[in-house]
């Protein structure tokens, strides 16, 4: 049933593999801990398991995350004819406050990229993915994945497959585009040819993985006495908080992060109430 279910967030919900992996990873830790058939499990397990990982120190919002995981899997089963109703139907999520994510400050991301050492081993390639993450707001993954033949260096912009295999087209500025022509004098011969188009390589000549982005974002703010716990994702955050706060329309600011849904950017919105209070004060009709 896993296997069925993956292939059809896969295939049928066109879900990133990293979702799919996630979605399957919660079902599976739930069936293991109730030990029975999904046709036979109870509103009071699920309950009851979310207390479980709760009391294992699991937060409110991947709690939250979780019961969403199961209750898509049971909408399935549903569908399936596997089960007669879903039994997440019947579980209250828990209630999550605002999430407002970490935000660096202009002058934080400019800290962190010019402690970038340069004449270092692929320093001129952690410099060109530290500017790609924040100048053009990119996911982790999009990064990790992005190909040479999808950078358009001259026009400015690059085209990225973000979740879902969806396309958007994301301008490029010329500090980021710079730092990527100084990075393709350097960068080292890929160890494959399936490799060959891939943007970011390690010193084996294979693509970054995920958790090398993750490192190198965290080695970077060290150097640069960033105390915020970050993540490459909080670039993306600053990214869309930066351009809102110059006075960015959000309806673009959505094409470029690639939200679905205008409500999940209206997020950076609320980031910095001080801004948008003297905003809306100046051009006040009645100031």
Request: net charge neutral.
């Given at each position: 049933?896993?296997?069925?279910?993956?292939?059809?967030?896969?295939?049928?919900?066109?879900?990133?593999?990293?979702?799919?992996?996630?979605?399957?990873?919660?079902?599976?830790?739930?069936?293991?801990?109730?030990?029975?058939?999904?046709?036979?499990?109870?509103?009071?397990?699920?309950?009851?398991?979310?207390?479980?990982?709760?009391?294992?120190?699991?937060?409110?919002?991947?709690?939250?995350?979780?019961?969403?995981?199961?209750?898509?899997?049971?909408?399935?089963?549903?569908?399936?004819?596997?089960?007669?109703?879903?039994?997440?139907?019947?579980?209250?999520?828990?209630?999550?406050?605002?999430?407002?994510?970490?935000?660096?400050?202009?002058?934080?991301?400019?800290?962190?990229?010019?402690?970038?050492?340069?004449?270092?081993?692929?320093?001129?390639?952690?410099?060109?993915?530290?500017?790609?993450?924040?100048?053009?707001?990119?996911?982790?993954?999009?990064?990790?994945?992005?190909?040479?033949?999808?950078?358009?260096?001259?026009?400015?912009?690059?085209?990225?497959?973000?979740?879902?295999?969806?396309?958007?087209?994301?301008?490029?500025?010329?500090?980021?585009?710079?730092?990527?022509?100084?990075?393709?004098?350097?960068?080292?011969?890929?160890?494959?040819?399936?490799?060959?188009?891939?943007?970011?390589?390690?010193?084996?000549?294979k693509p970054l993985s995920r958790v090398?982005?993750?490192?190198?974002?965290?080695?970077?703010?060290?150097?640069?006495?960033?105390?915020?716990?970050?993540?490459?994702?909080?670039?993306?955050?600053s990214f869309a908080t930066h351009l809102?706060?110059?006075?960015?329309?959000?309806?673009?600011?959505?094409?470029?992060?690639?939200?679905?849904?205008?409500?999940?950017?209206?997020?950076?919105?609320?980031?910095?109430?001080a801004t948008w209070h003297r905003s809306?004060?100046?051009?006040?009709?009645?100031?």
């Amino acid at each position: 049933m896993i296997k069925d279910y993956r292939n059809y967030l896969r295939i049928e919900r066109r879900m990133s593999p990293n979702t799919v992996a996630s979605y399957c990873h919660d079902v599976e830790g739930f069936l293991e801990y109730v030990d029975t058939a999904p046709s036979k499990v109870t509103s009071a397990q699920i309950t009851e398991y979310l207390g479980f990982v709760t009391d294992k120190g699991l937060s409110k919002r991947s709690s939250a995350r979780l019961l969403s995981s199961l209750r898509s899997f049971f909408d399935w089963c549903v569908e399936e004819g596997e089960v007669k109703e879903n039994p997440c139907d019947r579980v209250d999520a828990p209630k999550l406050g605002k999430y407002l994510p970490a935000v660096l400050s202009v002058e934080e991301v400019t800290a962190i990229l010019e402690s970038v050492d340069l004449k270092k081993p692929f320093g001129k390639r952690d410099r060109a993915i530290l500017e790609v993450l924040y100048g053009c707001g990119l996911r982790v993954s999009e990064a990790a994945n992005l190909r040479i033949s999808h950078v358009y260096l001259d026009e400015g912009f690059v085209d990225v497959i973000g979740k879902g295999d969806k396309q958007r087209l994301v301008p490029l500025g010329e500090v980021a585009a710079d730092a990527i022509r100084a990075y393709l004098e350097d960068r080292p011969s890929p160890s494959e040819r399936r490799y060959e188009d891939y943007l970011f390589l390690n010193r084996f000549g294979k693509p970054l993985s995920r958790v090398s982005l993750f490192k190198l974002v965290k080695d970077q703010a060290m150097a640069a006495g960033i105390q915020k716990e970050i993540s490459p994702h909080t670039f993306r955050h600053s990214f869309a908080t930066h351009l809102i706060e110059n006075g960015a329309d959000l309806r673009i600011v959505q094409e470029m992060l690639g939200h679905e849904s205008i409500l999940t950017t209206e997020i950076y919105t609320h980031i910095d109430t001080a801004t948008w209070h003297r905003s809306v004060l100046a051009h006040h009709p009645r100031k």
